[in-house]
């Protein structure tokens, strides 16, 4: 015992010691401005940023999908598995008590053969007759019951760090798996909304597609009425039936693409593809289109992105992966002990005369294992000099994403702007070439490229309004908007 207590001394002196390297963060240098240009101030409250669009269904779409989507599940369960690591790695460093009991109970009964020719012959000749010994011999019955209880105890003492160094690790990851938790709801809120966005578009050019095969046809009966008397010509009329049919065509790539958005939208709340049919087959008018965000500053980009965050803390973790690796290269010390009590009688056992005690402490030390303890530690090296360059590419697609959906915001307000200014011009062109038609001035085939082009730029603005929208979905999304803490289960 005073063995084991002096051993436990010398340890307890050394426990403060942690091998290995102390994490540092990596220092980042962002550039001080985004170069692509943007509209500034504050964001605003980017966390609930799709209320901007003013649509309460899409609204009640993100709140469902942030409940039930199964990405986001799944990524909650493993910030839950990982703060159970946590404890794990922990209770490492803590001693271990194991209580153990058993009972037993035997039987004797057994008969003895004997040899007695032998003895009956030699002792028969010292009495001058024979004895008639019996050949077996019954041995008298005897049972018996023992009962044993006891406790193992266990500790080994962390002198070089290698268990807090696992808590560290353990602790890191748990913080990484709620930043990967946090992106997770990031990317299902930007999927869900440009599925919802993209099918009120597709809806809009339906709309549009559904308005112009209506004036057309309307159209192809006034001319069929007024070729059958030989006022138009036949082949304006032709013309006019192959336009139409070119309408009639454009209509169900449209209706198709809006299934695929309902399918999408069902699967990110986790039901059925075809569950959100009735809800949202209706058309609804698309949301009015808001202002370009303003970004702010890339510092600020670098502390909000979930991705960031989550690389910057397993970088953590490997750091600390490699003073798990460093502590297998020197001694461990542990101590051992145990309390038994043994008795004849299950209520005698825990008497004083019954119980045996014992403890011991060990040390055991690496001699030679070909290089393995060290090649592990420099694997740990390289895996954190991953996590690194993992954290840097994080960093520089972060960086990149606002970049390019600024640029793309840019053109497209620009692209928008022209767009609507061509509708109108266009539609004062079929005006004017419909009034030169009508007093003979032109012919029909100036009349069908007016409205051709007009449809071709209404639809080219219908989509170019829905770009829009998608690429304030993906602004938001780089910014890292979308995640909120309240989402995640509590510690």
Known sequence: MRRAAALLAFAATLAGCEVGPNYVAPADH???????TAPTGDPGDLASWWHVFGDPELDRLVEIALRQNLDVQTAVSRVKEARLGVTIARSQALPSLTAQGQAAHSDVKDTVHLNTAAIDHEIGQAFGRPLNLPSTLKLPDASENSYTAGLDASWQIDVFGGIRRSVEAARARTEAAQWSARDAQLTVVSEVADAYLQLRQYQAQEAVAAAEIQRQTRSLQILGETAKVGLVPQGDFARQRAQLATAQASLPPLIANERIQIHA???????????????LTPARPAPALPPTVPPGLPSELLRRRPDIRSAERNLAAATADIGVAVADLYPKFSITGALNWMSMAFGNIATITGRTGQAAGAVSFPILD???????????????????LAYQQAVLG????VEDALARAATEQTRNAALRSGVADAERAVQAVDARYRTGVTGYTDVLDAQQQLLQLRDSLAASDG????DLIALYRALGGGWDDAKLPAR
């Open 30 to 36: 962002p550039p001080p401005a985004f170069i692509e």
């Open 265 to 279: 939208l069902g699967v990110l709340v986790a039901q059925t593809p075809e569950s959100l049919s009735a809800e």
């Open 370 to 388: 070909w290089g393995r303890r060290r090649a592990t530690v420099g694997q740990r090296k390289e895996e954190a000099q991953q996590s690194y």
């Open 398 to 401: 972060a960086l990149r994403d």
């Open 467 to 470: 770009n829009l929208r998608r």
